[in-house]
């Protein structure tokens, strides 16, 4: 037998915390002065605490074709 009253108080507080986590990500990456309103993953691997960033190569322009 399952209480239904337990169920809602921990869903209830699952949706809170997940809200304030989503909160304080949009908060932080608006405190960013490159914030533009928009969120990529270049914005997110800059703002990432470690700094790792990924960028795929280049291809070096050449004079052949």
């Not at 037998?1 to 909160?23: C, D, G, R, T, W």
């Not at 990456?29 to 703002?47: H, M, P, Q, V, Y």
Request: overall charge positive; aromatic content about 8%.
């Amino acid at each position: 037998m399952k209480n239904p009253k337990n169920e809602k108080v921990i869903l209830s507080a699952s949706v809170l915390a997940i809200s304030f986590y989503i909160i304080s990500i949009l908060f932080s990456l608006k405190s960013n002065e490159d914030f533009r309103g928009e969120i990529t993953l270049r914005s997110l691997a800059l703002n990432h605490p470690k700094k790792i960033v990924s960028v795929a190569p280049q291809k070096e322009k050449s004079d052949n074709f």
